[in-house]
């Protein structure tokens, strides 16, 4: 009973005061555990959401996780209310403190919040979403997440890279796949000026077809691009969805395999010639003195 008592008293001593509102031990306690359980249970409602709410209504996976962070948010806004007013705080006594803060906000914290509010932009405008490939200042990968603060994409190489919101928001991004994962690539293809262009072309084209990783609609096609110094050029065209986020693993196979149909074929792959000239010491102009 005595420390029942004890106890009792420990969670009600007055830590400070919230305005005219006394805050004790047993309140700050309240709020922790509150404050934990909001960010636990959101989490739960948003795997739910994206694991097997959405997907019975064929909402594809870039939508669910946007529409459930959205969701979040505002679940978030209003467990934050509830919460504090059940521990007895009263918001208006925070009026001082939230005009400082949106005094650092406009200075200080000027580029967390144009983060934050550029990830508010994503999340309801969808430029770019979850799964989407994307290429960023010559950084290119797939969106794994995006958060309040920042995007991160995976790269090939397994390497994740955080994007601040406001530099996707603000800056040109490439979307790889934002109607679609099929993509095209152009691989360039040169020649010896001796070789028939119409042959190379058919040769190429009958590489292609031979390959499951180009798509054969869209068709592919090869263009004959320019006449250079020691070489014709062409461009092959190719379509594809297995190889979107992989152009250069398509390159290579492609390569491969023409350059070893043109070695059984003789075909001549140039490489640039130079002629240099050399001068002897008998063919160098006398020089005139003048007197």
Known sequence: MIIDEQLTSILN?????????????????????????????????????????????????????????????????????????????????????????????????????????????????RPVKIGDRIEVDGIAGNIVNISARATTILTNDNISIIIPNADIVNSKVINWSLNDNIVRFNYSVSVSYKEDPQCIKKILLEIVDECDAVLKDPPPNVLLEEFADSSLNFNLQVWTNEYSTQPKVLKSILYYTIFEKFRQLNIEIPFPQRDLHFISETEKPEKVIEE
Do not use: C, W
């Open 13 to 125: 001593k007055v830590i400070f005061h919230i305005g005219k509102n006394p805050f004790t031990l047993k309140s700050l306690i309240v709020l922790v555990v509150s404050l934990i359980a909001l960010y636990l249970i959101t989490s739960i409602i948003r795997k739910i959401l994206v694991k097997r709410v959405f997907p019975r209504y064929k909402i594809d996976i870039g939508k669910a996780e946007s529409f459930a962070t959205i969701i979040r948010y505002i679940i978030v806004i209003i467990g934050l209310m509830v919460i504090m007013k059940n521990s007895g705080i009263d918001i208006s006594s925070f009026g001082i403190l939230f005009g400082a803060l949106g005094i650092g906000i406009g200075f200080g914290l000027q580029s967390i919040s144009n983060n934050f509010i550029s990830g508010i932009i994503i999340l309801f405008e």
